[in-house]
């Protein structure tokens, strides 16, 4: 009860700041969904050698919900302070506490967490940052952190440049109390850091980019990366390369080399169409990285049709490894390592009128490096969203996967997944 408790008095404190707080000052936005899902998986059950692959035929219908509030008080000129908080976000009938209540007395303590508050200093070219944020790098997520650090934006004449350092694990060592005491740890901390510019020429947008975890013992993951955005009218191009190299354990090396391109055509200003391809080398013996940090943003570009379902419950998985796809992991209990991937997927977006829209994608995808088994995977996902009343939208996503895993010890393993999502979301 305690987190909760203090969660109220908090915005029972907001609520008692508004009059103190000129209306120009404080600033307020947020979403509240509510959204159902259904999840249907069927699949042989077999052994691998020695590996039993995950019970066969599952079926799952949940709903959940989540109210998110974020807020920015402007203190004074150039000066401000940011600050996002989620209440309820749980599934529909979570028991709290032990309480005796039900789900309907506020839910557990996960359900009510604050994620981001900084502070923000502006003065002419420079910007400063301090505090729990959300630091993205590339249109692939290659950098894609949300922790406690510092970051700042200078511009040289038109181009921009961002460097950033965030504490990702101050290893909680502990004092002779037993009171955690992260300065007077004995192990290193965790980083996570990064640089980026990106200068601009004519129609063509440039981001280059570099970053690194620095972990204990001395180990390091390092990323260099660029991508590129051309937009051409009617026509867009995107293109993005990464590159991750270093040391994921005392014995392992870090790899990942990937890119993805994507070309989109408006035809007209209600029918966009355009494809996405996708590679990134596997490896027998090294450990595949496709993105440095906690990856809390996410990106889930495979079921993206322009709805707020893909990237959630039914998420696809990184598309840059296809083991971990995640119909992929719903079948085998172990890990398949670092397979990479080649595919590609189409997609297109109709709307249909003012308040009407329909988004559809087909895709194909297998793996780089077949040394642990042959993965196949095929796609399908459709869905829209229609504006019910002003600022709020109902929206249905439906997705199919089919796909094999033919491991050379064992005969091929069949399976396909159908999922589907719903919700209603309200922003302000």
């Not at 249109?139 to 181009?159: P, R, W």
């Not at 007077?184 to 980019?209: K, M, W």
Request: proline fraction near 2%.
């Amino acid at each position: 009860m305690g987190k909760v408790r203090c969660l109220l008095e908090t915005v029972l404190l907001l609520g008692m700041a508004l009059p103190v707080i000129a209306e120009d000052r404080l600033s307020l936005t947020g979403e509240m969904r509510v959204r159902g899902w259904h999840v249907n998986a069927d699949h042989d059950n077999y052994y691998i050698g020695e590996e039993k692959v995950k019970s066969p035929d599952s079926t799952e219908t949940w709903a959940d919900q989540r109210l998110r509030i974020g807020g920015k008080i402007s203190v004074a000129e150039g000066v401000s302070v940011t600050f996002r908080f989620d209440v309820t976000e749980s599934n529909w009938g979570t028991t709290g506490n032990g309480n005796g209540f039900g789900s309907g007395r506020s839910g557990s303590d996960s359900s009510n967490q604050w994620d981001r508050a900084h502070i923000d200093l502006n003065r002419g070219n420079f910007h400063l940052r301090a505090g729990q944020f959300l630091q993205v790098y590339s249109i692939t997520h290659a950098v894609d952190v949300q922790d406690n650090g510092v970051m700042t934006d200078y511009t040289f004449g038109n181009v921009p440049v961002n460097v950033f350092l965030m504490v990702d694990d101050c290893n909680e060592a502990t004092d002779s109390n037993g009171e955690t005491q992260c300065k007077e740890a004995q192990n290193q901390d965790t980083f996570v850091y990064g640089a980026r510019v990106s200068p601009q020429f004519y129609d063509i947008a440039l981001d280059i980019y570099g970053g690194g975890w620095h972990g204990d013992d001395g180990l390091d993951v390092k990323l260099a990366g660029a991508n590129l955005t051309w937009n051409m009218d009617a026509f867009k191009l995107v293109g993005t390369f990464d590159y991750f190299g270093g040391d994921h354990s005392h014995t392992e090396d870090a790899m990942g080399t990937q890119f993805m391109v994507d070309g989109s055509f408006g035809f007209t200003e209600q029918f966009t169409f355009g494809g996405q391809m996708f590679y990134a080398r596997g490896d027998d013996d090294d450990v595949q990285y496709t993105r440095i940090g906690n990856g809390f943003d996410g990106w889930d570009p495979i079921w993206d049709i322009g709805t707020d379902l893909n990237n959630e419950e039914i998420a696809h998985g990184s598309p840059f490894n296809i083991a971990e796809n995640s119909s992929v992991t719903s079948v085998v209990n172990y890990d398949l390592g670092s397979a990479g991937v080649i595919g590609g997927r189409l997609y297109g977006s109709l709307k249909v009128s003012d308040t009407l829209t329909f988004g559809t994608t087909v895709g194909y995808f297998e793996e780089e490096n077949d040394s642990l088994a042959k993965i196949h995977l095929t796609t399908l996902a459709g869905g829209l969203v229609y504006e019910l009343m002003p600022n709020t939208t109902f929206q249905i996503q439906l997705q199919y996967t089919d796909g094999s895993i033919d491991p050379p010890d064992q005969s091929k393993i069949d399976f396909d997944s159908f999922e589907a999502g719903s919700g209603l979301f309200v922003n302000f």
